[in-house]
Antibody, heavy 118, light 107 residues
Framework: QITLKESGPTLVKPTQTLTLTCTFS??????????VGWIRQPPGKALEWLAL???????RYSPSLKSRLTITKDTSKNQVVLTMTNMDPVDTATYYC??????????WGQGTLVTVSS | ETTLTQSPAFMSATPGDKVNISCKAS??????MNWYQQKPGEAAIFIIQ???TLVPGIPPRFSGSGYGTDFTLTINNIESEDAAYYFC?????????FGQGTKVEIK
């Protein structure tokens, strides 16, 4: 059974750095063709892809947010970590992680709501 | 970046109805279109891959069609448990992009 779960702070202040962890089970991020990505959805708005990391440590970032994002993996812990710098109230959203198989997302986490407010 | 235009944003259906949700891409994406179902507080469920292929375990009342720029998710004989938020995703080019989503209500 494949599961993913997002964890991190529910509230961050403007200008702070957000660190989110995706902990997964049921698959390995060292398997060829597998990736894990981060996606967010602001309240009432559409989903937006943020970043993804592949089994071979290839990393891709949303062009519009690239300067603020870093994605890393810890294969031994089955975790993928996303950091986003200089948080702003417009970054308030539910943040999701998802597994990708050959570039196609198949399994998703339930998401974690992050509010940016002073 | 490929823009996906999904419609309608909301629809209300009666059990047994046939429901169609459209997703139009701003450029040719071959069949690199997926559809997902999401209920509040739950993880999204993968229901259609590569535009037309039903994901194993998904009821056959769900189907997908289309290629290139125009895609449709169809739910035949809709059931009360199908009340959810549905969204499309293209993975033909990076970054993957999403439709705006459709909330389906069952009367």
């Amino acid at each position: 059974q494949i599961t993913l779960k997002e964890s991190g702070p529910t509230l961050v202040k403007p200008t702070q750095t957000l660190t989110l962890t995706c902990t997964f089970s049921g698959f390995s991020l060292s398997t060829s063709g597998v990736g894990v990505g981060w996606i967010r959805q602001p309240p009432g708005k559409a989903l937006e892809w943020l970043a993804l990391i592949y089994w071979d440590d290839d990393k891709r970032y949303s062009p519009s947010l690239k300067s603020r994002l870093t994605i890393t993996k810890d294969t031994s812990k089955n975790q993928v970590v996303l950091t986003m710098t200089n948080m702003d109230p417009v970054d308030t959203a539910t943040y999701y992680c998802a597994r990708l198989l050959l570039d196609s997302p198949d399994y998703w986490g339930q998401g974690t709501l992050v509010t940016v407010s002073s | 970046e490929t823009t996906l235009t999904q419609s309608p944003a909301f629809m209300s259906a009666t059990p047994g109805d046939k429901v169609n949700i459209s997703c139009k891409a701003s450029q040719d994406i071959d069949d690199d279109m997926n559809w997902y179902q999401q209920k509040p507080g739950e993880a999204a469920i993968f229901i259609i891959q590569e535009a037309t292929t039903l994901v194993p375990g998904i009821p056959p009342r769900f189907s997908g069609s289309g290629y290139g720029t125009d895609f449709t998710l169809t739910i035949n004989n809709i059931e009360s448990e199908d009340a959810a938020y549905y969204f499309c995703l293209q993975h033909d080019n990076f970054p993957p992009t999403f439709g705006q989503g459709t909330k389906v209500e069952i009367k």
